[in-house]
T-cell receptor, first 117, second 110 residues
Framework: SAVISQKPSRDICQRGTSLTIQCQVD?????MFWYRQQPGQSLTLIAT?????????ESGFVIDKFPISRPNLTFSTLTVSNMSPEDSSIYLC??????????????FGPGTRLTVL | DAKTTQPPSMDCAEGRAANLPCNHS???????VYWYRQIHSQGPQYIIH???NNETNEMASLIITEDRKSSTLILPHATLRDTAVYYC???????????FGQGTTLQVKP
């Protein structure tokens, strides 16, 4: 498995602003993912962060709203742009490395709790 | 992608075994069943996964029926700290993506 950290752990932001969330892993991993969990709901996959290329977004999520970077094999960022109260959620990153770990298991970070006023 | 069905909630007495069922009748032959849990809005924690055979680790046991259409996660001696939402997920063989359903909220009571 891997040790995954996220920054910030929580934040309160004003509508119309943007917030960048960082995800750091203690080892190199091939796959990194970003999820959103709205209040009282289950997790929804936002996108797969691809190292060295653009992220692959799921239906309903667009790059202009959720730009993602993945500059190397241990780090990724998710930006929530032009925020509105509907963006208030927990944002989680997860990692997977089926080659090194011999399993497709994903491991999750602790999450970033975002409140938009 | 194979869909899973879980009861929305269950109770269990502390110290007793918790048996959490999951139906996945449309599972394909090479798709794995994964179980995660989420304690009070923390990041989901991996518990166990399996393909055909029953699996056991330090956290739980996973019993998969012979036709693979359902499975049961067993926490052998539930504690109060096992109170969480438990997600049963079939890992898509096409996409490798985890698709989370609503899960089962397990309440362990003293």
């Amino acid at each position: 498995s891997a040790v995954i950290s996220q920054k910030p752990s929580r934040d309160i932001c004003q509508r119309g602003t943007s917030l960048t969330i960082q995800c750091q892993v203690d080892s190199q991993v091939t796959m990194m993912f970003w999820y959103r969990q709205q209040p009282g709901q289950s997790l929804t996959l936002i996108a797969t962060a691809n190292q060295g290329s653009e992220a692959t977004y799921e239906s309903g999520f667009v790059i202009d709203k959720f730009p993602i970077s993945r500059p190397n094999l241990t780090f990724s960022t998710l930006t929530v742009s032009n925020m509105s109260p509907e963006d208030s959620s927990i944002y989680l990153c997860s990692v997977e490395d089926s080659i090194r770990w011999s399993t497709d298991t994903q491991y999750f970070g602790p999450g970033t709790r975002l409140t938009v006023l | 992608d194979a869909k899973t069905t879980q009861p929305p909630s269950m109770d269990c007495a502390e110290g007793r075994a918790a048996n959490l069922p999951c139906n996945h009748s449309t599972i394909s032959g090479n798709e794995y069943v994964y179980w995660y849990r989420q304690i009070h809005s923390q990041g989901p924690q991996y518990i166990i996964h399996g393909l055909k055979n029953n699996e056991t680790n330090e956290m739980a046991s996973l019993i998969i029926t012979e036709d693979r259409k359902s499975s049961t996660l067993i926490l052998p001696h539930a504690t109060l700290r096992d109170t969480a939402v438990y997600y049963c997920i079939v890992l898509s063989s096409n996409t490798g993506k985890l698709i989370f359903g609503q899960g089962t909220t397990l309440q362990v009571k003293p």
